[in-house]
């Protein structure tokens, strides 16, 4: 019998925070935000994910490949439209990791403001652990709801 004895792996973690002015109303913005993380998610290079979200306690956050492929990224943890959105999973990252998302939206007159956090920890890999790659994504993210969520407001006027 063989023994293989492997380094210890240290639990790296980080947080990203986003706080965003919407010109759009809360429903717009949630709704964009469904649409952003679903089927409009796309990666850095503006390739689509494939991503589905069903938008519902205990709903999956996948990237469907078909053929019965693809990678859970979460599970809803907690919605409540259109004011917040929880998400817990392991992302991205195929790994011993937990991330945990949240989108809070609260209405500001005719705009929104958006908190938006991910908190990660576990085995993350050296090249992501600082967040900084995360945070650029997240911040693309963001833009892409901001644009679509305006543009649709401007056009229900």
Known sequence: MATTTVPALAIQH???LKDEEIAAPIDIVFET???QMGPYMES???TSLQMKLEAWPGG???RDLGSN???LWGHVQSIKAPELL???GPLFMSSAVLSHLLYRLT???GKTRVRFSHRAAGLIAPEISDGVRVGGGWGKMM???RDAAERAAKEKK
Do not use: T
Request: charged share 35%; proline share 4%; net charge negative.
């Open 44 to 46: 850095p290079d503006g």
């Open 33 to 35: 935000i469904l649409e």
């Open 143 to 145: 833009s892409r709801v």
């Open 60 to 62: 999956r956050w996948f």
């Open 107 to 109: 209405a500001e007159g």
């Open 69 to 71: 492929r693809g990678h």
């Open 86 to 88: 929880e998400i817990q």
């Open 14 to 16: 980080f947080e990203i």
